[in-house]
């Protein structure tokens, strides 16, 4: 089959920066590539690296691509190509046989529907603004506080600050990035291992940690990020919960259907994709919130501006890039 590959690039910014203990985000780039095949059939994709050091690469290896393109020629290129490429392309895809079809409408943008992520320097005073919204909606939510950016002894100060205002009606889940050591994330794990607002801990040691990893999920709910982008093999092998982000991963097809036959312990987050990835966020979310461990995503809905590239048209975002 052939395929006619396009590709434009994007850059936006970010509504509010980003931080957490390895990055501070406060702009976006990356491509949106469209694939078309000789039934006329369009799919779309994302390229959306979150690591600067992977932009210029990713630039390197879409400029390999030719215009008019074999897919067996596609398939067999792309597989020495960055990640986010390769999510790109099958997404696209996919998107062309009907692998997936997406709706006009998922419903993400209420309050109670997304993990809240609070202001690092503001927790306390963000959370109040947060549950005041949630009184008026009188719903169950998540919030999101990325740690590990201040001294600890002042973050347990406001964990139990935290821990003493908020509801059986809100979930919290707790992301160290991988930066703490096995003693920090024991500690806080022996304070929060009987609490009931908790969801888990994120990623709370480095991404080859394995070992400490598995010892700590036996003692709290432990959620693999970073190191399930390192070792992929992990998606098969972890017992406890996943963060996945499908445009971070070689080929999101297979979450899809990991989600279509109910795997459970699976949470869906963003890379802060415009509209064009947004859209399989949104149908992989929709998906786990019917399966067996149903939990919100984490899309960071407060953090995008009002702009184009975040309408729910493909279609209309490439013809405004």
């Given at each position: 089959?052939?395929?006619?590959?396009?590709?434009?690039?994007?850059?936006?910014?970010?509504?509010?920066?980003?931080?957490?203990?390895?990055?501070?985000?406060?702009?976006?780039?990356?491509?949106?590539?469209?694939?078309?095949?000789?039934?006329?059939?369009?799919?779309?994709?994302?390229?959306?690296?979150?690591?600067?050091?992977?932009?210029?690469?990713?630039?390197?290896?879409?400029?390999?691509?030719?215009?008019?393109?074999?897919?067996?020629?596609?398939?067999?290129?792309?597989?020495?190509?960055?990640?986010?490429?390769?999510?790109?392309?099958?997404?696209?895809?996919?998107?062309?046989?009907?692998?997936?079809?997406?709706?006009?409408?998922?419903?993400?943008?209420?309050?109670?529907?997304?993990?809240?992520?609070?202001?690092?320097?503001?927790?306390?005073?963000?959370?109040?603004?947060?549950?005041?919204?949630?009184?008026?909606?009188?719903?169950?939510?998540?919030?999101?506080?990325?740690?590990?950016?201040?001294?600890?002894?002042?973050?347990?100060?406001?964990?139990?600050?935290?821990?003493?205002?908020?509801?059986?009606?809100?979930?919290?889940?707790?992301?160290?990035?991988?930066?703490?050591g096995r003693k920090m994330a024991n500690r806080w794990a022996d304070i929060l291992k009987?609490?009931?607002?908790?969801?888990?801990?994120?990623?709370?040691?480095?991404?080859?940690?394995?070992?400490?990893?598995?010892?700590?999920?036996?003692?709290?709910?432990?959620?693999?990020?970073?190191?399930?982008?390192?070792?992929?093999n992990l998606i098969y092998e972890w017992k406890g919960w996943q963060i996945r982000r499908?445009?971070?991963?070689?080929?999101?097809?297979?979450l899809l259907r990991d989600l279509e036959n109910k795997k459970a312990l699976i949470s869906?987050?963003?890379?802060?994709?415009?509209?064009?990835?947004?859209?399989?966020?949104?149908?992989?979310?929709?998906?786990?919130?019917?399966?067996?461990?149903?939990?919100?995503?984490?899309?960071?809905?407060?953090?995008?501006?009002?702009?184009?590239?975040?309408?729910?048209?493909?279609?209309?975002?490439?013809?405004?890039?």
């Open positions: 089959m052939n395929l006619k590959f396009k590709k434009k690039s994007y850059c936006f910014n970010l509504s509010a920066k980003v931080e957490n203990s390895k990055a501070t985000y406060l702009t976006k780039s990356g491509w949106i590539i469209k694939l078309k095949n000789n039934d006329k059939k369009i799919g779309f994709g994302e390229v959306a690296p979150l690591l600067t050091k992977d932009l210029k690469k990713c630039e390197e290896q879409l400029n390999m691509i030719p215009e008019y393109v074999e897919l067996s020629n596609l398939s067999e290129q792309i597989n020495i190509f960055h990640p986010c490429i390769q999510s790109a392309i099958n997404s696209a895809l996919a998107e062309i046989n009907g692998k997936i079809i997406f709706k006009e409408n998922y419903y993400f943008d209420e309050i109670d529907k997304t993990a809240m992520l609070l202001k690092p320097n503001n927790v306390i005073s963000d959370l109040n603004e947060i549950k005041k919204t949630q009184s008026n909606i009188g719903k169950s939510l998540t919030i999101k506080w990325k740690v590990a950016l201040k001294n600890n002894n002042v973050e347990e100060a406001i964990l139990e600050e935290v821990l003493s205002q908020i509801d059986n009606n809100i979930k919290l889940r707790i992301d160290a990035n991988g930066s703490w009987d609490n009931r607002n908790l969801d888990w801990l994120e990623q709370p040691l480095a991404a080859d940690d394995i070992d400490g990893l598995k010892e700590l999920n036996k003692k709290i709910p432990v959620a693999l990020d970073e190191s399930l982008l390192k070792f992929p499908p445009s971070q991963e070689k080929n999101p097809d297979k869906i987050s963003t890379s802060f994709e415009t509209g064009i990835g947004r859209r399989w966020l949104y149908h992989l979310s929709s998906l786990q919130l019917h399966g067996p461990t149903p939990k919100v995503p984490g899309l960071a809905m407060n953090k995008f501006p009002n702009s184009f590239l975040f309408l729910n048209k493909a279609q209309k975002i490439w013809d405004q890039l």
